[in-house]
């Protein structure tokens, strides 16, 4: 027995060794098990069928067929989808074609029944001018989710109007629907641009409402010298000290451009974007009309988010994948190294763009065919099969209200460079401002420049105001019918009481005056005035300092008047001499003063001259005329002016 108890002893040891080995290995097997749970719950895999981009909520609000497809349109599906398959096999390299998204329903469309030409009620959405800019304020921008892929999803026109709101392809769907409507041959354009086109970034473009007109250049015509003119004395300047004077004076300008030149490139380079790492891959969508219809005279693109005209050779523009309108969808195939600038846009030649559907209603250069009988028959054939099916949404519609308000909730701000603009609907502010355009001096938006507002339906007939914070100058435009017939009121803005600097123009042809403009100082008065029976046409009014007065005031307080100023045109009815060209109420020296017309054979005209008496103001006297109270020039002998 004493042999067999250290062996006993032995076996129990191994099993207590045994037990917390495996109590050792379980605690680090757990371990494992946890970090490896861990790593296997953050690694989820993908499903193997994912979501459907579309969910619908709501689809019995929807017509048929915007919840389905007809025959004539799962057959367009059908070819559109052996379309894609055969060009992305041709050309590998080049991104899928936008062809079949999905509506608000998820449903597949083909992008060309999803446009609805329409014909709208308002008159000036009948140029595309308005229509664009009608657009561009009418949604709110909403940037593509992904900047490199095309969306999956492509909204009805409809649907865009409800919400208000989508990006570029939205953008170019409604707008493309109302030019086409409106008569022009107008195409949606599937391509690539730059950041700031594709963000809405107009941070260094100039506000296109603060591009003033060019002036055209009136030409001077020489004056012919006659052969009897009087020649012009001779010029007794040294020509040597001239041509030193030009010179330098040239060499002052050209060192004031270089220095104005190095400073624009300066500024240039501080304003600079940074490099784009997705440059030429941000998709974007615009709109192209072609030239022909509407009296078009050259193709041009519209840029959908702003309402603005473009060239077709802007470098924001790098390139085109397709284009389509209602009728038939086209494949770019010219290269675009050059962005859109070398880009021949004939939809007619097949060997520039590939047409999809055989029914194009564009000129084909075709190539004649060996076997004409038989590719004609197919082509009949396959032309009979694949006409496309109507558009599938529903008649665009704009209530006026709607057309009125324009922006959404009434309201859209609109930042350019060194620029703010804000767009308000009419009657939404209580001074029933539209518009307001606030220019600064710095790119920070600190500095004032000048404020610019306009207004619509105000009861004082106030259209647009004008105020320049650096001279100090407000300008006020009205619409016809205030009181007085006020146009434009031209004032300072620190000093807007009445007998201080302003200038006042008026519809002349309103007025019995007939008074066109009124200029005022604090001493002086002119009015201009127009087509008036009596031939006036100029007034002059010279005032003194009004006297200060001590105690209560009273309502007579005016301004002492000591010269008045009156011009006349020429009455051809009446003699020369008999016609007052001017009239000088001189009331300080206590004369006025008549200047008659000159007639065209005499160097000076005749004038008059009337004082008045010393005791003109003494009502118990009785003043007689006399001949010292009268002046008289006579330019002709031979005529004696009438009495007065």
Not at 4 to 23: C, Y
Not at 161 to 170: A, P, R, T, V, Y
Not at 398 to 407: L, M, P, V, W, Y
Request: hydrophobic share 30%.
């Amino acid at each position: 027995m004493s042999n067999d108890e250290p062996f006993e002893h032995e076996t129990e040891l191994d099993l207590d060794i045994d037990e917390t080995a495996e109590q050792i290995e379980s605690k680090e097997v757990q371990d494992l098990k946890e970090e490896l749970n861990s790593v296997i719950k953050s690694m989820e895999a993908p499903p193997m069928f994912p979501p459907h981009p579309v969910k619908c909520l709501n689809p019995q609000d929807y017509p048929e067929s915007y919840n389905s497809n007809s025959k004539k349109e799962e057959l367009i599906l059908e070819y559109v989808e052996n379309f894609k398959t055969q060009f992305q096999y041709i050309y590998p390299d080049r991104k899928t074609l936008f062809m079949a998204p999905y509506n608000e329903c998820g449903i597949e469309k083909f992008v060309c029944t999803t446009i609805r030409p329409t014909v709208l009620k308002f008159s000036k959405l009948y140029d595309w001018k308005e229509c664009a800019q009608f657009v561009s304020e009418y949604l709110q921008f909403k940037p593509l989710k992904e900047p490199t892929e095309l969306p999956q999803i492509l909204y009805s026109p409809t649907h865009t109007l409800k919400i208000q709101e989508g990006n570029c392809f939205d953008y170019s769907i409604l707008l493309t629907s109302l030019l086409i409507g409106a008569g022009y041959d107008a195409y949606i354009v599937s391509g690539y641009a730059t950041r700031e086109v594709c963000n809405m970034d107009q941070s260094r473009v100039i506000c296109p409402l603060l591009i003033k007109s060019q002036e055209k250049k009136a030409e001077t015509k020489k004056k012919e010298i006659g052969k009897y003119t009087v020649k012009p004395p001779k010029d007794m300047n040294s020509k040597y000290e001239i041509s030193q004077d030009l010179k330098a004076k040239k060499k002052l300008e050209e060192e004031a451009l270089k220095r104005k030149l190095e400073h624009e490139r300066y500024l240039a380079e501080l304003e600079r974007p940074t490099a784009d790492p997705l440059y030429g891959l941000r998709v974007h969508a615009w709109v192209m009309v072609l030239s022909g219809k509407r009296e078009v005279a050259e193709t041009f693109f519209i840029e959908t988010l702003t309402g603005n005209a473009v060239s077709t050779k802007d470098d924001e523009y790098l390139g085109i994948e397709s284009v389509w309108n209602h009728k038939n969808y086209w494949v770019n195939m010219q290269s675009c190294i050059d962005g859109t600038a070398g880009l021949v846009f004939d939809l007619g030649d097949s060997s520039k763009w590939e047409y999809m559907l055989p029914s194009n209603d564009k000129p084909i250069l075709l190539v004649p065919a060996t076997e004409g009988i038989e590719e004609e028959e197919e082509s009949k054939d396959v032309e009979r099969h694949l006409d496309l099916p109507p558009s599938w949404v529903n008649q665009i519609k704009i209530t006026h209200k709607d057309f009125e308000r324009r922006c959404p909730e009434g309201k859209k701000v609109l930042f350019y460079k060194k620029c703010k603009v804000e767009k308000y609907a009419p009657y939404l502010l209580k001074d029933n401002m539209i518009l307001k355009i606030t220019e600064y001096l710095d790119s920070e938006m600190k500095d004032l420049k000048q404020v610019i507002e306009e207004f619509m339906h105000r009861a004082d007939k106030i259209k647009k105001r004008v105020i320049n914070f650096q001279t100090g100058w407000v300008v006020e435009t009205f619409e016809r019918g205030r009181s007085k017939f006020l146009k434009e009121h031209r004032y300072q803005q620190s000093k807007t009481g009445p007998e201080n600097e302003r200038i006042m123009y008026f519809y002349h042809d309103a007025r019995v005056d007939g008074l066109k403009c009124r200029e005022e100082t604090p001493t002086e008065m002119c009015e201009h005035f127009e087509n008036r029976p009596d031939f006036l046409y100029y007034r002059k009014i010279i005032f003194d300092k009004r006297q200060k007065k001590f105690g209560p005031q009273d309502g007579d307080n005016y301004r002492p008047i000591l010269k008045i100023i009156e011009r006349y045109h020429r009455n051809h009815e009446k003699k020369a001499n008999d016609d007052i060209h001017e009239l000088i109420y001189n009331i300080e020296a206590e004369k006025f003063q008549i200047t008659y017309h000159r007639e065209s054979t005499k160097i000076a005209p005749s004038t008059r001259e009337f004082n008045k008496p010393q005791n003109w103001n003494d009502k118990s006297t009785t003043w007689n005329w006399s001949v010292d109270l009268h002046q008289t020039y006579q330019a002709s002998n031979d005529y004696k002016q009438k009495k007065m």
